[in-house]
């Protein structure tokens, strides 16, 4: 049983980076999409990101001109970097594992595995 | 179109049927995904794929389809299925975006 384990820092200044990190244990790394979802306090998933073990990224557009996704596959993890944070970046932010398919002409999408989350607060 | 509409909340009797509906066009090629969020806990797959349950979800829980509109279907609701729940899908505008409705708050009466 594939189990996601995420850590980062969880108090960030105004301007600076958010960095946490996801290690894969128990399962495969590759024929994913591994992704990054954050909740604001009070509020709904918001997905920001994938990568897929090749490096293969697709992004949110209304996070893409700050956010990095990036793979370690030596390491079973996929990181999360995210510049010139602000208070509407502060959420709780899962990692997920993500996967894909098609049935008789008809996609599937789910997520079946996510981290804990990590509370990451931006505050002066 | 990349967005996935859900009621904000819906209420259910103790042991009755509920449905939480999920509209978007990206529902017309894409099956939704379903999950279930308890306060303080990481959202939890309960349907995916045309109607498929993860092991221990339990088969009071169901998905069906039709058109750009997804339905999560609780037959026999229990005071542990009180949750928010969301739909997912990927969108189909070209930008292989994952997108999420906005969450249903479900009240158990």
């Known amino acids: 049983q594939v189990q996601l384990q995420q850590w980062g820092a969880g108090l960030l200044k105004p301007s600076e980076t958010l960095s946490l990190t996801c290690a894969v244990y128990g399962g495969s790394f590759s024929g994913y999409y591994w992704s990054w979802i954050r909740q604001p306090p009070g509020k709904g998933l918001e997905w920001i990101g994938e990568i897929n073990h090749s490096g293969s990224t697709n992004y949110n557009p209304s996070l893409k001109s700050r956010v990095t996704i990036s793979v370690d596959t030596s390491k079973n993890q996929f990181s999360l970097k995210l510049n010139s944070v602000t208070a509407a970046d502060t959420a709780v932010y899962y990692c997920?594992?993500?996967?894909?398919?098609?049935?008789?002409?008809?996609?599937?999408?789910?997520?079946?595995?996510w981290g804990r989350g990590t509370t990451v607060t931006v505050s002066s | 179109s990349s967005e996935l509409t859900q009621d904000p909340a819906v209420s259910v009797a103790l042991g009755q049927t509920v449905r939480i509906t999920c509209q978007g066009d990206s529902l017309r090629s894409y099956y939704a995904s379903w999950y279930q969020q308890k306060p303080g806990q990481a959202p939890a797959l309960v349907i995916f794929g045309k109607n498929n349950r993860p092991s221990g979800i339990p088969d009071r829980f169901s998905g069906s389809s039709s058109g750009n509109t997804a339905s999560l279907t609780i037959t026999g609701a229990q005071a542990e299925d009180e949750a928010d729940y969301y739909c997912n899908s990927r969108d189909t505008s070209g930008n292989h975006q994952v997108v999420f409705g906005g969450g249903t708050k479900l009240t158990v009466l």
């Open positions: 997920a594992s993500g996967s894909v398919g098609v049935i008789t002409n008809y996609y599937f999408y789910y997520m079946d595995v």
